[in-house]
Structures are given as structure tokens and as C-alpha cells.
């Protein structure tokens, strides 16, 4: 079983039996999104900037978790203090792999809405809990992930330098997962509408919009039937 | 004694009836003239009373007896008086049916517009009386909007169209009693505007003779030159004849009603009736009348006597009736659309959302009851299911009498879809369209990977209709209209090929790197390289790229296909091949959808 827990914006904790990663802990207006002393063993950041990186030196310390990201994460957290044994630098299509945990980083791009200036984000394909997770992260591109077998898809749906509501729609539609979760919406119409397109164009996806807070079990009964279940 | 003279009383009533424009009774007045007219030549008549009885109900005479005063000879004395009625002794029908070609209960009452309308006006009068009902005339304005007039049926009289008056004469005919007559007048109606249209004023006249609304049953007593006398004469001692002589001195018909003569008794004492007569005999100019008596008496006996006459007459009477009926105000339904895309361009070779916006105005002045679109969507469109199709009327969400079909009924997005939404019954559920009142289409439709040298033209139809249906109000775009814009997005895919020795002689890793520059994503990338034939391929990384193997022009030619590759996406082939002699170069090919 797969435990989704949204902490708001692009912050997801996966929990399996085995382990458990937390996904962009990141810092947004000044305000974290996940409490310093949640209970992790694998934090990811997918790229270097605050609403990504966040608290996450402060959670991997209280926790002692490790942390992993693309080198400028790596780089920033590791300023902040992290400890260095606890630093996992994430290569483009080589997968991080612990017991129960397979993460599969994907080198994207996400985009300063101000600047226009382009950055690496890293899209991440996890399988944990028995299940596959393909997390887009802060991405503007989807890369190979349309190719990707997934049973959850989680992706940004604002614009503003990462996906618009279209792209995330055309990903589920390609990709066909159970389910489908928009995050990181700058306007409450934008997952109306994520919702409504999945609905109508990708048939197999069940869209679903979580709130802050709220949990998400997912797991395989009786072996190969999909069950999900919303807190 | 019909060529003798007779007072005539006259009754004229006339009845002038208002409809409106759907041909009931809106108004009507009723007056009448009475008149006593004096028909000799020479004689007066004097005292006249007009005796009504309790026939003047109906009107407003207070009196049953009215004095007249005197007559003279060949003039006439009037009263005029108002009488109630409820509807005319005639009734006229109009039935303006805008559409004839459809059959329905109840006839159609709008112009539809830019169309030839088939208009059948069916008129019908009845006589709703006993009595016969002649001198019809009725006329009917054809508005100009009408052209080929033809008078289909006439069942009595003639009708004719006269072009220069723009009039239906309808005429010389009689209706009996409770029977009715009809005319029916087809044409083509054809407006220029919305604006409502009059259906032409008809003004039916007529006459009822011999019938009256009031049900007056005059009569008439008079005085005129009328000469009555007693002469005694002595036929033996003491024994006298007396003889009561009365005789018509003027020239018209007089009828004698009552005469009586009394006797005084000689020696005094209560007065004898010797004569009581009420011979009800009517005398011709100079004709005369007598009775006589037998008395004793020594001196002339002494008689008074008692005489009642009048004058005859006869009683003519006549109803003219006049029935002027409203235009019928004839609306028109017009339909106007529009339509949006959402956006309006999407790029090409993706997979892109499009809000599809479409509104129906009624630009008409009539309401209306039905209303279809027909949406075409193109190829490369994945189309709505009817579900997520959602429909406003006056912005309130309709859930009343609706169709929604998807032809063909799937979301396959290789084929071109027609798309009918048609709402029924709108006067049952959220009442008809008015004027200027706009219904709302709002569905989504996905792109897929629109192609920036193919037009996706998504022409609509839109049809209209009132209750009960007609011809339909229609408009439609033109057949390539309303296209959803493609933004070129170019492709741009970088195939860089290197040899490197390998770790063995005569073995070489060749390198390829296929990256998607370009703006967009493309898909089924195929790669092709060529190896020449003296070396055989050995192996890849990585190791799931195994290539496909075909013989090719001096060599084998290595290939891999791509389903997609996303903007910067980055394939890195290592090929290791091994063999003798020279390596030669050559280009990799790269060709895509």
C-alpha cells in the first residue's frame, strides 16, 4: 500500500511498509509547507530553488533523512548546513534504489516566469508501495515521461514557467495512470479544469485534487485490482 | 287595398363590430333609428304614439308608448335609441397561417426570415341568425410583404385580388340562415425585417333584412281626416232610424276599431248604448261606414257617440352591419450565432484543450420554442461526450427537453464528428426564447496533434423554430468557417554521428545522439544509420535500443523508432560494430511525423 500525504503546493510524502520520501518541501512567500519535524527517510528536491529545496536541511536533520536532488540542490543544502553523508547527488536516467524505494530522475527544464531564464528541474519516476509515481516536479517539459508506465501521475497545472493545465491533461492522456493529481495551481479554476478535461479525454484516468492535509491510500487488491481511497 | 296608402314605421338597427387581431369580439355598438313615416299626399296625421309594449327591452327607451306628435303628409318623425347586444348577427373568422406546407393544430403566426413563406389566409363568415344575410362586401388589405396572391377556394360570391388597391374584393353573395361561407387567399410572404408585420385590415359589411337586434314590435295609433256623424231620420210617426255614418277623408288606409252610440232617454235618466261595435274595419280613402239604430221618440231623439280609429301602418325593418378587424401582428424569427474557441490557436502537434463557446440569439420579434446546432468538429479533434456538453438558457443551466447526439458516437480523434444539440419544448419547461434572449452551448474538445499545413475549418448550423413548428429560421457559416488556428511550432531534430576506435581491432563505437530541438513534440522518430558490409553490429547501450536489421545499398542499415520525443529530449546510441577495412562515413537519417 501507497500512502499520498499533500502538504499544499508541490510538497508530497509517498509512505510505503518499507519507507518513506518526501517530495519538495519547498518554501513559498517565506512560509514552509512541511513541518521541521516531520518523519522521513528520503527527502527530494527536484531542482535548486526555495519552493523546492525549502526546510529540507532543517526536516533531514530532525529526521535524519537523506536528501537528494541534482548537484545545485545538493550544493545549496549542503550550505545550509546538511550533513554531507546524508547528500545524494541525482544523475539524469540513473536511478537511486534503497529497499523499497526506486527513484528514477529525468533531467527537465522549469522556466523564471520573470526572467525567462531556463533551469534543471529533475521529473521524477518512483516506484514505491508497489506502485509507480511519476512526479513532474517544476517542469515546463515532460521529457520521456509520456513513455513512462505510471499509476499515479502528479503534475503541475499553474503555467508561469511549469506546466499549464493543457500539458499536464495531454500527459494523463499519453501516460493513461489510475490517477491523475494536479498540484501547484495559481487559480482554483485551474484544477476545476484539469478535472474536467480528464474526465472527458483521458477515460481511464480518475482526476483527483487533493487538499492540504489530506492523505491518499492506494494499493493493489487481491493482487491486480487498483483501489484507491481519500482521507 | 294594397295600393291604398299605409303609414310605414321603420326600424333601421345598425351594428358596428370591433374584433381584434385574432378575430374575437373587442367591441361592438348597436344603435337604431324608428321612424313613423307619412306616406300620403295630402293627409297629416296628428296625435301620433309609438306603442312599444314590452318589446323594448334590449333598448334604451324608457317609455312603451312614445308621442310622435303630428305627421305631415309625405313626412317623417324619428327617435333614435342604443341597444345591447353581445355580438353581431354576423361572425368573421380569419385564420393567418404562415406555413400552410406544415400541418398543424393550430396555425403558424410568424415569418420566418429569408424565406419564401407559404401564407393561406382562410376568412369565414356565419350567419349566426334565422333570417338571410345580404349586400356582403368584404375587403381585405394584402400587406406588401405578400406577393403571388391567389384566391385558392371561394365557396359563394366572387373574390378577386386587385393588384392597383393591393385588395381582396370578396362579393354577391348571400349566406342563409346559420350557414357560413368561406374564401381562402394564398401567397408568399418574404420580410425584409424583423420588425412585426401587419396581416392587412379586413372590413366586412352586410345586411340582415327583415331582422332586428332590439326585437321592437311597434305599433301606432293616429288621428287624420276622418269624417263621423249621427243622422236621424223620422220613418213613421214618432218612430226615427238613426244611422252612425263614418267615412275616410284622407288618403291612407284608416281602421276603424271601436264605435258607439248613446241614446239620452226623453224623460231624462242614464244614457242607452244603442250602438257598441268593434268592427276593426279598415276603410280606403273615402270609404265609408255606418250602423244604424231604431228609436221612438216624439222629438228628435238626442244621441252622443263614441269612435276610435287610427291610420294603418306597416312596420319595416333592417339590420346594416359593419365588422372592422385588427391586423394581425405577424412577428418574425431571425436566429444569430456566434462562436469562440478558447483559445483560439493551439500548437501544432500537441494535445491541447479548446473551450468551444457557442451562442444563439433570438434576433427575431417572435418567440421561439426549438432550437438546434449542428457542429461540425474536423479530424485530429477528440469531440465531447454528449455529458460534458452543457447548455444555458438566459445564463441558467437547462435541464428541460434536450438532444445531444456525437456522430459518430465515439472520441476517436481520426475521424471528423458532428455534434447536434437541439432543445425542445422550451414553453414547457424555462419558457420560449424572447427576443433578444441568447441559449449558450460551453463543451471542450482536445486537439491532437494539430498538423500547421492542414486547415481545421469547424463550420455550425443553427436552426430555429416557433410553436407550433414552421418553416426554420436558419443560419449557417460557410463550410470552411470557423477555423481553430494552428501555431506553426517548428521541428527541429539534431542527429550528430561520431566513429570511434573500439577496444579490438577492426571493432568501432559509433555514437549517435538524436535531440529534439525544436519547439514542439515529435513523434514516431525513426533513425536510420548505415554500416557498411564488411562489418556486422554487435552490440548497443543501451541495451534496450536494440535496432532493427535490414540490408541496405552496400551495407546493413541499423534503425530505431521513437514514439515521441519531447522539445530537448536527448537520445544517446552507442553502437558497437566490428569488422574489416575502411569504416566508411555516412549520415544517419532521421525523419519523423
Redesign the interface.
Known amino acids: 500500500m501507497l500512502r499520498v500525504t499533500y502538504f499544499g503546493k508541490t510538497s508530497f510524502a509517498l509512505q510505503s511498509d518499507e519507507t518513506s520520501v518526501l517530495l519538495n518541501p519547498g518554501i513559498w512567500d517565506g512560509d514552509t509547507v512541511v513541518p521541521d519535524d516531520y518523519d522521513i527517510r528520503v527527502i527530494v528536491a527536484t531542482n535548486d530553488h526555495d519552493d523546492a529545496v525549502g526546510n529540507a536541511t532543517t526536516i533531514a536533520a530532525n529526521a535524519k533523512a537523506w536528501f537528494l536532488g541534482n548537484e545545485l540542490a545538493v550544493e545549496k543544502v549542503k550550505e545550509q548546513g546538511a550533513k554531507p553523508w546524508l547528500l545524494h547527488v541525482l544523475k539524469n536516467e540513473a536511478p537511486y534504489e534503497i529497499p523499497g524505494l526506486k527513484i528514477t530522475p529525468f533531467s527537465l527544464q522549469r522556466e523564471d516566469p520573470e526572467s525567462g531564464k531556463k533551469s534543471e528541474n529533475l521529473g521524477l519516476h518512483i516506484e514505491i508501495g508497489k506502485m509507480k509515481v511519476s512526479y513532474i516536479g517544476d517542469s515546463m517539459v515532460r521529457g520521456p515521461f509520456g513513455a513512462l508506465e505510471a499509476n499515479i501521475v502528479i503534475a503541475p497545472v499553474g503555467g508561469d514557467g511549469v506546466f499549464p493545465v493543457k500539458d499536464a491533461v495531454s500527459l494523463c492522456i499519453d501516460v493513461g495512470p489510475q490517477i491523475g493529481i494536479p498540484m501547484r495551481w495559481t487559480d482554483d479554476d485551474q484544477p476545476k479544469k484539469f478535472c474536467k478535461y480528464i474526465d472527458q479525454f483521458a477515460r481511464n484516468t480518475m482526476p483527483l485534487v487533493m487538499k492540504e492535509g489530506q492523505v491518499l491510500e492506494v494499493q493493489w487488491a487481491a493482487g491486480n485490482e487498483f483501489k484507491h481511497e481519500l482521507s | 287595398m294594397s295600393e291604398h296608402k299605409t303609414v310605414v314605421i321603420d326600424i333601421e338597427e345598425t351594428e358596428k363590430a370591433q374584433l381584434d387581431e385574432h378575430s374575437g369580439l373587442s367591441e361592438i355598438e348597436v344603435s337604431g333609428v324608428l321612424s313613423v313615416k307619412n306616406v300620403s299626399e295630402k293627409s297629416r296625421i296628428w296625435n301620433v304614439r309609438v306603442l312599444l309594449g314590452d318589446t323594448r327591452d334590449r333598448t334604451n327607451i324608457g317609455e312603451e308608448t312614445i308621442p310622435a306628435g303630428e305627421v305631415d303628409a309625405g313626412g317623417r318623425w324619428d327617435t333614435t335609441y342604443d341597444v345591447s347586444a353581445k355580438a353581431p348577427i354576423l361572425t368573421l373568422t380569419e385564420v393567418f397561417d404562415t406555413c400552410e406546407e406544415v400541418k398543424t393544430e393550430e396555425p403558424h403566426w410568424a415569418y420566418a426570415f429569408g424565406k419564401d413563406n407559404p401564407v393561406k389566409m382562410t376568412i369565414t363568415l356565419k350567419n349566426e341568425t334565422d333570417g338571410q344575410i345580404d349586400n356582403i362586401v368584404l375587403n381585405k388589405t394584402i400587406p406588401s410583404e405578400l406577393t403571388e396572391i391567389t384566391i385558392d377556394e371561394v365557396t359563394s360570391g366572387t373574390a378577386e385580388f386587385d393588384e392597383g388597391t393591393g385588395v381582396v374584393v370578396w362579393k354577391d353573395f348571400v349566406i342563409y340562415p346559420q350557414e357560413e361561407s368561406t374564401v381562402v387567399i394564398k401567397a408568399s410572404g418574404r420580410v425584409k425585417d424583423v420588425d412585426a408585420k401587419g396581416a392587412g385590415e379586413m372590413v366586412v359589411t352586410y345586411r340582415g333584412e327583415e331582422q332586428t337586434r332590439s326585437v321592437l314590435a311597434p305599433d301606432m295609433t293616429a288621428l287624420t281626416e276622418f269624417l263621423a256623424g249621427i243622422e236621424s231620420a223620422e220613418t213613421e210617426p214618432n218612430s226615427w232610424e238613426c244611422t252612425l255614418e263614418c267615412s275616410n277623408e284622407s288618403d291612407l288606409v284608416v281602421r276603424l276599431d271601436k264605435a258607439e252610440v248613446y241614446l239620452e232617454p226623453e224623460d231624462g235618466g242614464d244614457k242607452e248604448k244603442m250602438i257598441d261595435e268593434a268592427p276593426a274595419v279598415e276603410l280606403a280613402p273615402n270609404d265609408e261606414w255606418r250602423s244604424s239604430f231604431e228609436v221612438t221618440s216624439k222629438s228628435p231623439p238626442k244621441c252622443t257617440q263614441e269612435i276610435i280609429y287610427t291610420p294603418t301602418n306597416v312596420v319595416t325593418k333592417r339590420v346594416l352591419g359593419t365588422i372592422d378587424k385588427t391586423p394581425q401582428l405577424v412577428p418574425v424569427y431571425r436566429i444569430e450565432y456566434s462562436k469562440t474557441f478558447d483559445p483560439p490557436k493551439v500548437a501544432s502537434f500537441?494535445?491541447?484543450?479548446v473551450e468551444v463557446t457557442i451562442e444563439v440569439t433570438n434576433a427575431g420579434s417572435a418567440k421561439l420554442n426549438e432550437v438546434q446546432v449542428l457542429d461540425n468538429l474536423p479530424d485530429d479533434i477528440?469531440p465531447?461526450?454528449s455529458e460534458?456538453v452543457e447548455v444555458f438558457v438566459r445564463g441558467d443551466k437547462y435541464d428541460g427537453e434536450m438532444e445531444i447526439a456525437i456522430d459518430p458516437d465515439d472520441?476517436d480523434p481520426d475521424s471528423p464528428h458532428t455534434l447536434s444539440v437541439k432543445l425542445s419544448n422550451l414553453k414547457d419547461s424555462v419558457g420560449e426564447l424572447e427576443p433578444d434572449e441568447t441559449m449558450r452551448i460551453n463543451y471542450?474538445i482536445?486537439t491532437w496533434k494539430s498538423r500547421p499545413e492542414k486547415e481545421y475549418p469547424s463550420p455550425i448550423r443553427c436552426l430555429a423554430n416557433t410553436y407550433p413548428p414552421g418553416l426554420e429560421a436558419e443560419i449557417a457559416s460557410d463550410e470552411d468557417g470557423h477555423k481553430i488556428g494552428v501555431v506553426y511550432k517548428k521541428r527541429r531534430i539534431s542527429a550528430k554521428k561520431g566513429i570511434n576506435k573500439g577496444s579490438e581491432t577492426g571493432e568501432y563505437i559509433v555514437q549517435l545522439v538524436i535531440e529534439n530541438k525544436g519547439e514542439v513534440?515529435v513523434e514516431n522518430v525513426r533513425v536510420t544509420d548505415w554500416i557498411p558490409e564488411d562489418f556486422e553490429f554487435v552490440s548497443v547501450e543501451p541495451e534496450d535500443l536494440e535496432p532493427s536489421q535490414a540490408a541496405a545499398d552496400g551495407g546493413t542499415n541499423l534503425g530505431w523508432i521513437f514514439?515521441?520525443m519531447?522539445?530537448?529530449?536527448k537520445k544517446k546510441i552507442r553502437v558497437t560494430v566490428r569488422g574489416e577495412g575502411e569504416y566508411e562515413r555516412r549520415e544517419p537519417e532521421v525523419i519523423s511525423d
Not at chain 2, 566 to 569: A, G, M, R, V
Open positions: 500537441d494535445k491541447t484543450p477528440m465531447p461526450t460534458y472520441q471542450s482536445m513534440t514514439e515521441r519531447n522539445p530537448e529530449d
